[in-house]
């Protein structure tokens, strides 16, 4: 997936061998009285950059309720748009979908159903963001390795599409989780499907689209 970035490497002698997950905070919407950060996560790996999800990079009259506060990622100087070589949509929800217009020709990973729902389901998203001219889907059935150590895996819960992003650092498992979870109390007691598979893969940290901090299992809370 394209030659490792030099950029990547920090600092003289510093070596980026391990993938690491940045966090974006692209947005703020008002959900039930309360602010609700959206962010996107972005993966460095030594065999690319992956970008999961989009957030949102302009209001619709769909969801002015929400108050929408943006930061979009086209409007960061610290964010290099031509240096992502992939993109994860963990589900194409409007929040998650509407930065994907920046990424025409890049692969979009998400998970076939997702799509097909997306597509053809009555208010499910904001339509014209899913399909925005240029963005070339690539739709995934199942379990995908998309770099080594880094796999989309279906997560069904929140939609019936909705996968999560499983990246290995170091014998320890992340996952990116989207909105498979939104709050900390559905992971520390997994209700859905996509839920306990989450717990399942013994995550070491859990990144949530509308959380500031990730989800840690309380065995590590408390130590
Ligand atoms: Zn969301």
């Known amino acids: 997936m394209g030659d490792p970035r030099t950029e990547k490497s920090e600092g003289p002698g510093r070596e980026v061998?391990?993938?690491?997950?940045?966090?974006?905070?692209v947005a703020?919407?008002?959900?039930?009285?309360?602010?609700?950060?959206?962010?996107?996560?972005?993966?460095?790996?030594?065999?690319?950059?992956?970008?999961?999800?989009?957030?949102?990079?302009?209001?619709?009259?769909?969801?002015?309720?929400?108050?929408?506060?943006?930061?979009?990622?086209?409007?960061?100087t610290d964010f290099d748009l031509a240096g992502v070589d992939a993109v994860v949509n963990t589900h194409l929800h409007f929040d998650h979908c509407g930065g994907n217009h920046l990424f025409a020709g890049t692969p979009v990973y998400v998970q076939r159903t997702e799509l097909d729902d997306a597509r053809t389901e009555d208010d499910y998203t904001i339509r014209e963001w899913v399909d925005?001219?240029?963005?070339?889907?690539?739709?995934?059935?199942?379990?995908?390795?998309?770099?080594?150590?880094?796999?989309?895996?279906?997560?069904?819960?929140?939609?019936?599409?909705?996968?999560?992003?499983?990246?290995?650092?170091?014998?320890?498992?992340?996952?990116?989780a989207g909105d498979t979870a939104v709050f900390f109390d559905e992971l520390d007691d997994p209700r859905t499907e996509g839920q306990r598979l989450i717990r399942a893969l013994a995550p070491h940290e859990v990144w949530l689209s509308h959380q500031h901090e990730p989800w840690r299992p309380s065995s590590d809370r408390d130590a």
């Open 28 to 76: 703020e919407l008002l959900a039930d009285g309360d602010r609700m950060p959206v962010y996107v996560h972005v993966i460095d790996h030594p065999d690319g950059r992956v970008l999961v999800d989009t957030g949102m990079t302009q209001l619709h009259p769909a969801v002015k309720d929400m108050d929408p506060q943006l930061t979009p990622l086209s409007e960061r």
């Open 132 to 176: 925005a001219p240029g963005v070339q889907y690539v739709p995934v059935d199942g379990t995908l390795e998309l770099l080594p150590g880094v796999r989309l895996v279906p997560t069904p819960g929140h939609t019936r599409g909705s996968q999560v992003v499983v990246v290995e650092t170091g014998g320890r498992s992340v996952v990116i």
């Open 17 to 25: 061998s391990l993938p690491t997950i940045t966090p974006v905070l």
